[in-house]
């Protein structure tokens, strides 16, 4: 009796692991999705077989999202006609310009007619195709950084960078990291350890990234393994139209849902592959206001798409029932938007079209152009997009209205954990609007979760809310070494830091930097922590380590200028920390020690000039104020 029991047991194993595998196989039949081994060929290896597809893919959006900074790739005006961009909030000003082949971004303050900043830096990759934008990337020896202006297209038109108006203007520190280039790019090769430092960058969105890696594909192809795919697929790459309605809708949503994307543990933004679910790799969220269906973001196309009755009532609409991916929609013939309005709308007298003739015929029978509107995007100044929020009588939308925040909602995983909530309400606190009672809604759906004895959620939640002393309490007794997150162990360190126990500060400092060698933000924390507790000699060694890396990093500059003065080499000090000014000329504390060391050297002259033009930048500084009377 055992033995039959047994027996029945292994047969329901195996049939339950069968089912497990078909279901596997089934839900992503696509063998260079499944096969580990598959590996990217690069957009040139397709285009040997696919030259007419890729000669018009590459005029697409996507195509041409991301590029070297050329005369050719930008669409930006660099004449007189457009003023230099001033930011009031900071008191500088913007201008783009070329010296020769290479294109370069200036910033200036003037006091008077006098230039008092300067600061030039090459762009080295123009992001966007300029149909709505072109921004600009600098790069300081592979680590990416945003440049602080950007050309709006559609309006012709110079300007701050998105993010970067009202006071938020953070200048050439913007990094660009894994989250934002694999949107906005082909996927790059990314330096582990680092947060955006980059070995190889590509130009433009390529085949593999809606494809999936091609190899396998190229291997059978040049073997002669061919296929007819008239009687069905190729199953050695991805073929979209092959995917279901929600396969495609996860496919474009991956870059046309833009939002808070919360990642799953053990996930990150290069993980997820055409064919699968994108909820298993991330979860994508969108802040609702009230009257949001007044109010859009510029890539959410999926998100207003799916508020559409067309795709409510037919749950078979993907973004490809409209678009052919391979064609720039400049160069689509509207009579193609409409053969797919028209191929649901002709089949029953109660979806067609009530407009009368005359009206339509005054429209030129645009179907898109009465039911989506364009409208203005409220993440993107002085860019109009088109509305996917189909509608019978849509309005021209985002008027300055009061709008209530309501909640956070994901549009790709309608269960989310209560975790995952969590993360999302921390992310939308650091990013976009830092109210407190978005972290105590985090912390109440992190009392829902699941328990962890290191809660990397809960320490972040209690460091954004500056409570140092439950962050201690959250760690207590915790070893650096059992730490796996660099970016917990950064809070732990800079929460002792804040409560002035820099000895301890730095072992989870360093902790940090174990795990990510390439964080020059953590490197810096651990020399500030090494500088208190006055081991000046490491600290200086991890100060030459960043400028190494990355010779723009203004607060190393600045750090190594007060350890000089600490030595009395005044002109050293000198030196490294008008460079710190010339990189950041916002920082108070800079202009104070470079007077400090020029009245070292007993040069008041040049004592005067700093403490004036410091108290000029800064006329609230009263330390300031204090060393002028001194000098007087």
């Known amino acids: 009796m055992r033995r039959y029991y047994l027996g029945v047991l292994f047969i329901f194993i195996c049939t339950a692991l069968l089912f497990t595998c078909q279901e596997k196989k089934e839900s992503s039949p696509f063998r260079n999705i499944e096969n580990p ?65 290479d294109m370069y971004i200036k910033e200036y303050r003037l006091s008077a007619k006098d230039t008092t900043h300067y600061r030039e830096e090459k762009v080295s990759y123009v992001v966007g195709s300029g149909q709505h934008t072109n921004s600009h990337i600098v790069d300081f020896n592979g680590y990416l950084h945003q440049a602080p202006i950007t050309f709006y ?11 970067y108006e009202d006071g938020n203007n953070i200048r050439f520190d913007r990094k660009i990291q894994t989250e934002c280039i694999t949107c906005h790019n082909g996927y ?15 130009s433009g969105i390529d085949c593999e990234r809606c494809h999936g890696p091609g190899s396998l594909h190229v291997a059978e192809k040049k073997l002669g393994q061919l296929v007819d795919t008239s009687k069905g697929a190729d199953y050695s790459i991805v073929n979209p139209k092959r995917l279901t309605t929600e396969q495609q809708n996860n496919l474009c949503q991956r870059c046309h849902l833009q939002g808070i994307a919360v990642l799953e543990d053990d996930k990150n933004f290069f993980d997820y592959m055409p064919s699968q679910r994108l909820k298993d790799v991330m979860s994508v969220f969108m802040p609702t206001f009230s009257g949001s269906q007044k109010h859009m973001i510029m890539a959410s196309h999926v998100e207003r798409m799916k508020m559409s009755s067309c795709f409510v ?26 053969a797919a309005c028209i191929n649901c709308h002709s089949k029953s007298e109660t979806t067609q079209c009530t407009e ?41 939308e985002n ?21 995952t909530k969590a993360r999302a309400f ?16 985090a912390l109440a759906y992190l009392a829902k979760a699941d328990k962890r004895k290191i809660d990397d959620d809960r320490i972040r939640s209690y460091f954004l809310k500056k409570d140092y002393q439950e962050v201690m309490n959250q760690s207590e007794g915790l070893s650096p070494k059992k730490i796996k997150s660099a970016w917990t162990a950064y809070r732990i360190g800079e929460s002792f830091s804040m409560l002035k126990t820099f000895d301890q500060a730095v072992a989870f400092h360093k902790r940090a930097i174990e795990l990510m060698p390439l964080g020059l933000d953590f490197r810096m924390k651990l020399a500030s922590a090494l500088v ?89 500084n009263k330390q300031i104020e204090a060393m002028l009377q001194d000098l007087r």
């Open 532 to 620: 208190a507790i006055k081991n000046y000699g490491e600290a200086k060694k991890m100060l030459q380590f960043i400028l190494k890396e990355n010779s723009k990093y203004a607060e190393a500059h600045k750090v190594l200028g007060f350890l000089a003065l600490q030595e009395n080499k005044n002109t050293l000090s000198v030196n490294y920390t008008k460079r710190a000014i010339t990189l950041n000329p916002n920082d108070e504390q800079a202009y104070i020690n470079l007077a400090v060391a020029n009245y070292k050297m007993q040069n008041f002259s040049a004592v005067k000039k700093v403490l004036l033009e410091a108290k000029n930048i800064f006329p609230q």
């Open 37 to 101: 081994d598959a590996e990217y060929v690069g957009m040139s290896e397709c285009r040997t077989c696919h030259e007419p597809i890729y000669k018009t893919y590459i005029e697409t959006g996507m195509g041409q999202s991301w590029g070297r900074a050329t005369k050719e790739k930008s669409a930006a005006d660099f004449s007189d006609a457009h003023p230099p961009i001033y930011d009031k909030k900071l008191d500088v000003y913007y201008k783009a310009f070329w010296r020769g082949e």
């Open 313 to 338: 009532t037919s749950g078979k609409m993907s973004c490809v029932t409209c678009h052919n991916p391979h064609l720039s929609v400049k160069v689509t013939p509207q009579e193609t938007f409409n």
């Open 356 to 396: 009368t003739a005359a009206i339509r015929q005054t429209k030129n029978n645009d179907c898109s152009g009465c039911h989506m509107a364009k409208n203005n995007s409220i993440d993107i100044p002085h860019v109009a997009v088109t509305d996917h929020f189909i509608r019978r009588t849509p309005t021209i």
């Open 153 to 163: 297209t559609q309006k012709g038109q110079w300007d701050l960078a998105p993010g």
């Open 426 to 441: 921390l992310e939308f606190y650091e990013r976009y609007q830092p109210n407190p009672l978005l972290l105590d809604s």
């Open 188 to 202: 790059p090769e990314h330096v582990a350890g680092s947060l955006n430092k980059y070995a190889e960058v590509k």
């Open 399 to 419: 008027e300055e209205a009061i709008r209530n925040f309501i909640g956070l909602k994901s549009y790709n995983n309608e269960n989310p954990t209560a975790r």
